[in-house]
């Protein structure tokens, strides 16, 4: 779920009236990941201001609730592709007030990431469903949950690869019902920490090879092709990636362990095309050693009989 243009639009007292979760719950559905963006979009506008500090005396916002989050451990690098879903788990400790009952139904809490700086996000992603918190003392709690991704419904742009921080966020209802008439804001809880941890979300590559002749004769040229591309997250397409350097590697027939031949690099379109001597029967490859947006991907090895 991304927020990207609601950023700035929502506000606090909207953001919690759209958090309609015992409606959602009594439907038996889930509505977290889409209500936790609108309400961190609401205590995250672009113009600096929280919606939640009050622009005049008469705006209502939630309490401050009790609540820190630490230990927040997530993959190294979230690889997305052109339209599948995926998910990739986060844990991390809630720390909170003898005042916080984390057991309540109406108590919700999740994980995300973050795509620029805390204060003014670029982009933000979080699970479609609240983490699971179990108690590990009277103050703490050891919570597991998702960072789903969904690239096919155009939560990415190309240039949010990279970098991204991971925060936590809590919300409270404490009785309190969004939807109805006499909803009270200022009875519900909420918490929200940032930097504390960080991810890379990377274009999902893949890299193609092909070694001919086949069969070749010991001594003779062998004409090694492929192709380098990567996710475009703007038009759900795999596109060739550019002027990048693989490597074509090589693996003895009866081997397990690939050597590097000789570096390349991309064409404008991303294909590969090099050639090197037949000596032996084995197996020849390309690899990439990835980019902080791109990971790392090796084609499947080719194999060449030498007679």
């Given amino acids: 779920m991304r927020i990207r243009a609601t ?40 113009s600096g201001r929280t919606a939640y500090t009050a622009a005049t005396a008469d705006d209502d916002a939630p309490y401050a609730m009790d609540v820190t989050f630490s230990n927040v451990k997530i993959a190294k690098a979230v690889k997305v592709g052109t339209t599948a ?10 720390t909170h007030g003898a005042d916080v009952d984390i057991t309540a139904a109406d108590f919700f809490s999740g994980a995300y990431i973050y795509k ?18 179990t108690a590990t003392s009277a103050t703490t709690a050891s919570c597991k949950g998702n960072i789903d991704v969904y690239p096919g419904d155009g939560e990415l742009f190309n240039s949010d690869a ?7 966020l809590a919300v409270a209802y404490n009785g309190q019902d969004p939807t109805s008439s006499d909803f009270d804001i200022t009875k519900v809880g909420y918490a929200d920490q940032g930097a504390l941890g960080s991810t890379q979300v990377q274009r999902l590559s ?25 996710a475009n997250w703007e038009d759900n397409k795999y596109h060739g990636y550019t002027n990048q350097s693989v490597r074509l590697q090589f693996r003895k027939k009866g081997t397990s362990t690939y050597t590097n031949v000789k570096g390349i690099k991309t064409s404008s379109t991303g294909t590969l095309k090099t050639t090197t001597k037949a000596t032996v029967d084995g197996y020849y490859r390309f690899s990439f050693v990835g980019t902080s947006t791109t990971p790392a991907v090796n084609a499947t090895g080719d194999y060449v009989d030498v007679k």
């Fill in 206 to 230: 893949k890299l193609t090879v092909n070694a001919a002749p086949e069969p070749v004769k010991k001594g003779k040229t062998v004409t090694v092709t492929g192709k380098l591309s990567r």
């Fill in 85 to 94: 879903h995926v998910a990739t788990s986060v844990t991390y400790t809630l």
């Fill in 116 to 133: 620029g700086s805390y204060t003014d996000p670029a982009n933000f992603l979080i699970g479609d469903d609240p983490a699971k918190c």
């Fill in 7 to 46: 950023v700035a639009a929502v506000s606090g007292a909207l953001a919690l009236s759209a958090l309609a979760v015992p409606a959602a719950q009594a439907s038996g559905g889930s509505s977290f990941g889409a209500d936790a963006a609108k309400l961190f979009a609401a205590a995250h506008p672009a």
């Fill in 162 to 168: 990279g970098l991204w921080h991971a925060g936590a």
